[in-house]
């Protein structure tokens, strides 16, 4: 390599956060287009060519429910790494390119998480190969980030102080209890992907037993918690993100736009996309509605009096 060429690649990356802000914007490019395939109602040719149907034939089952409910998991998916992908364009141009140490562990913890669920294939069996494309594109420019980074952490910052009298304190104490709660989301829907792959209220949903869809075709079920397993990761690496975010991210203009978008990206297509398909089940749909309450109200509180001030 000549040095024209190592000057080159010094300015490409510089101090680590263009690679990071890349990942960032893949994680938008592939949640973005999660969302538009999965809204064209079709499935991806590999699912067609591992299932031995195309979704039309798919969707003569048990009244198209089967295929409807695959595309509310995809749809889910695309929004939460949308999220993704916002958090994390927040934690590489804000506090990480100012030094604070938090905003890399914070990448590095979600980060991990959302690359080892891609693992949990193991647990049923079905290798992606869309998936594992898309995570071996990102992961050496995610790595290079971080290890470039690794020496911008320089400023220790001790954890926000949360003054429950206050309705700053109140709403970021409500903002973590939502992270939190999607944490344990996503690892309870990880974990029934990799087990059970259905809840009661999936099957009342469709309409029938998890035996009598698995008769429908034995890759069909592999399929399903291939989708349960990814939506369940990505759900617990943002919710880490998010808590690191709020426990010691300083309140500014631009945390609370970036959680407003990413909550909006998450939220919406999890809610949203139920009464599309018609699965209303309050007992299902109930929890998210909760936490998308708190979150609501946490926002409102916390970005008070900064959400328009200067970042």
């Not at 299932?51 to 003569?60: E, K, P």
């Not at 309705?167 to 990880?190: K, M, N, P, Q, W």
């Not at 139920?274 to 970005?303: D, E, K, M, N, R």
Request: hydrophobic residues 50%.
């Amino acid at each position: 390599m000549t040095h024209d060429d190592r000057g080159f690649l010094h300015a490409l990356i510089g101090d680590g956060t263009p690679l990071l802000i890349a990942s960032a914007l893949f994680l938008l490019g592939c949640g973005s287009f999660a969302i538009f395939q999965a809204s064209t109602g079709q499935l991806l040719p590999h699912d067609t060519r591992y299932l031995g149907m195309n979704a039309d034939q798919l969707c003569t089952y048990h009244g198209c429910r089967v295929l409807h409910f695959m595309i509310h998991d995809r749809i889910s998916f695309g929004g939460v790494l949308i999220a993704i992908g916002v958090i994390y364009l927040w934690l590489a141009a804000f506090p990480l390119r100012k030094g604070e140490t938090w905003a890399w562990w914070a990448i590095v913890a979600s980060g991990l998480v959302g690359f080892v669920s891609f693992l949990s294939y193991f647990g049923f069996g079905y290798f992606d190969s869309w998936h594992g494309a898309a995570t071996l594109t990102l992961l050496p420019i995610f790595i290079g980030g971080i290890v470039r980074t690794r020496e911008l952490g320089t400023l220790i910052m001790p954890p926000q102080l949360i003054d429950f009298r206050s309705r700053a304190g109140l709403g970021r104490a409500l903002l973590l209890l939502a992270s939190g709660g999607i944490v344990v989301a996503g690892l309870v829907i990880t974990t029934v992907g990799m087990t059970t792959v259905f809840v009661p209220q999936d099957l009342e949903y469709i309409g029938d037993t998890r035996s009598a869809i698995a008769v429908i075709h034995p890759h069909l079920l592999p399929l399903i918690a291939h989708d349960r397993a990814g939506f369940g990761g990505a759900l617990a690496s943002f919710g880490v993100a998010m808590f690191s975010s709020l426990r010691y991210g300083r309140a500014s203009r631009a945390l609370w736009q970036a959680l407003a978008i990413a909550g909006t990206a998450g939220f919406g297509t999890a809610i949203g996309i139920h009464p599309v398909i018609g699965y209303l089940s309050l007992t299902h749909l109930g929890p998210a509605v909760l936490g998308l309450a708190v979150f609501a109200a946490g926002l409102g509180l916390a970005g008070s009096g900064t959400f328009f001030a200067r970042p």
